[in-house]
């Protein structure tokens, strides 16, 4: 899951060439320890894949991406 996590950025950064990698901040009060986790675990993959990239990688709070994708953060 992870493995292909990383493989599917780094087809995105080979198509796209993107500057920087925005993910989604892990403060968005999960409460059950798994979900915490998982999403910890995949913030960890984006961190590296961003370093390997030589790319900014920059936490957004879940509400500001949705605004900025849909125009609602609600």
């Known amino acids: 899951r992870l493995v292909r996590l990383r493989k599917l950025i780094f087809g995105a950064f080979r198509e796209h060439r993107f500057e920087r990698i925005v993910y989604e901040e892990a403060s968005f009060g999960a409460f059950n320890p798994q ?11 984006i961190l590296l894949v961003a370093a390997e990239l030589e790319l900014p990688a920059t936490p957004i709070h879940p509400t500001t991406l949705k605004k900025a994708l849909t125009g609602s953060g609600r």
């Open 35 to 45: 979900t915490s986790a998982r999403h910890s675990e995949k913030a960890g993959v």
